[in-house]
Nanobody, 117 residues
Framework: QVQLVESGGGSVQAGGSLRLSCAAS????????MGWYRQAPGKQREFVAL???????DYADSAEGRFSISRDNAKNTVYLQMNNLRTEDTAVYYC???????????WGKGTLVTVST
C-alpha cells in the first residue's frame, strides 16, 4: 500500500500563486510516476502534470507555462507550483502515483484550490 497526503490548497485571487505538496508513505519503493489531477465542480477529473523518478515531466496544455511540477525522491514528495492562477483553475487537486505493480495506482484524498476574482 502507498498513502498519499496532499497539502497546500487554499483560496487565492486570480493572478496569485499556490504550491501544492504530496507526500507518499508506505511501499514507496514501488513508486513510479507521481503527478496531479484536478476535478472542477460538475466536470470530470483531468490530468494536470506528472513527474517521473528520472525527472521527466509532462503537463496538460492548460498548465503549460504557468504550473511547474517537481519531485524530491529522497522525501518521496511531489510539488506543484501554480502561478498566474485563473478562476478556471478552481478545483479539487488530487495527487496520483503509479507503481511498479501492473495496474496498481494510488490517489490522495484531494486538496481544494479556489481562485476568485
Amino acid at each position: 500500500q502507498v498513502q498519499l497526503v496532499e497539502s497546500g490548497g487554499g483560496s487565492v485571487q486570480a493572478g496569485g500563486s499556490l504550491r501544492l505538496s504530496c507526500a507518499a508513505s508506505g511501499r514507496v519503493y514501488s513508486l513510479g510516476a507521481m503527478g496531479w489531477y484536478r476535478q472542477a465542480p460538475g466536470k470530470q477529473r483531468e490530468f494536470v502534470a506528472l513527474a517521473t523518478s528520472e525527472g521527466r515531466t509532462d503537463y496538460a496544455d492548460s498548465a503549460e507555462g504557468r504550473f511547474s511540477i517537481s519531485r524530491d525522491n529522497a522525501k518521496n514528495t511531489v510539488y506543484l507550483q501554480m502561478n498566474n492562477l485563473r478562476t478556471e483553475d478552481t478545483a479539487v487537486y488530487y495527487c496520483h502515483a503509479d507503481t511498479s505493480f501492473l495496474g496498481v495506482d494510488y490517489w490522495g484524498k484531494g486538496t481544494l484550490v479556489t481562485v476568485s476574482t
